[in-house]
């Protein structure tokens, strides 16, 4: 009779806890209870226990619901760019960056580079970091942000971007020079820029030095208020480095050519046998 109780108090509490949004305390309550009397542990200290997974949880799918919200191309993370293959860029800036605390001043980060460089993998990884502090972050490549804005345009529904880009806290501009912009284009993205500044943070990267911004975005007056709002507060980091995906290329076209020279008996090889 008791154990019926039990078996029917478990199915209760576990639709009550359903009903209340707590999937954690559900799927773990039984688990827990069976170590907490094991262990000696309380009434207060067993829904302690519960109170503390649940929120883990829910911190960790808020975490991964912003990450999907910011769209990166790939998520990368801070942690597997190998600062040694890319000296010139200013490693403690990076991780000093990827405290967010910029955020909350709404200061921006342009980085600065040739391609392969690493500008994309930086520049996802603090929108990671971003998303892992509770931020709201966007990732666009530019061409795809001039695309959504002049066809928002059309259809009469800029404003909705607008105010949805109002919301982020970090908007990422990737690959700003590779493809020059319409003039209503450049106007369009000097309005996002103006709009976002001192309010959300940008990160821009970009291939093309500052004096070469009038190929993008086609007249002077444009870049100087261009980079009079994104450079009053920001942070610049510039890789002068080599690609990275050039050196890798190179380094497996030599692990090639030496495994190549193993299975020939471990002999130097000899390219013209
Ligand atoms: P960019 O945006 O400057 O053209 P990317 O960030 O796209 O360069 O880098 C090209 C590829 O090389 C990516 O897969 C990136 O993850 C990788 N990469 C670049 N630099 C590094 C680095 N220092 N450590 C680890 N991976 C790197
Ligand atoms: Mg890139």
Avoid at 43 to 72: M, N, P, V, Y
Avoid at 111 to 136: D, E, F, Y
Avoid at 201 to 223: A, D, K, Q, Y
Wanted: aromatic share 6%; charged share 30%.
């Amino acid at each position: 009779m008791r154990k019926r109780r039990a078996a029917t108090d478990v199915l209760l509490v576990k639709q009550h806890l359903s009903d209340l949004g707590l999937p954690t305390i559900k799927a773990e309550c039984e688990q827990a209870a069976r170590e907490c009397a094991s262990a000696n542990v309380d009434h207060l200290g067993f829904l302690l226990r519960l109170c503390e997974r649940e929120l883990a949880d829910r911190g960790r799918r808020a975490t991964e619901r912003r990450i999907k919200a910011a769209r990166f191309p790939q998520v990368k993370s801070l942690d597997d760019f190998d600062f040694t293959a890319q000296p010139s860029l200013n490693r403690p800036l990076i991780l000093e960056l990827a405290r967010c605390e910029y955020l909350g001043r709404r200061e921006s980060v342009i980085l600065v580079g040739n391609p392969g460089t690493g500008k994309t993998h930086v520049a996802s990884g603090l929108g990671l970091c971003a998303c892992q502090r509770g931020k709201k972050v966007r990732f666009f490549r530019v061409t795809e942000l001039l695309t959504q804005l002049l066809e928002a345009r059309e259809d009469r529904a800029l404003g909705r971007l607008r105010a949805q880009l109002g919301r982020l806290e970090l908007l990422i501009l990737d690959e700003f020079g590779y493809v020059p912009a319409s003039q209503v284009g450049a106007e369009l993205l000097f309005d996002v820029i103006s709009t976002a500044y001192e309010r959300t943070s940008v990160v821009l990267t970009t291939n093309l030095p500052f004096e070469r911004w009038t190929e993008v975005l086609g007249n002077e007056r444009l870049v100087a208020a261009t980079l009079d709002r994104l450079t009053h507060h920001c942070h610049l980091l510039e890789a002068t480095g080599e690609s990275y995906r050039l050196k890798e290329a190179r380094r497996r076209q030599s692990g090639q050519r030496r495994n190549r020279g193993e299975e020939g008996g471990g002999e130097v090889p000899n390219h013209r046998a």
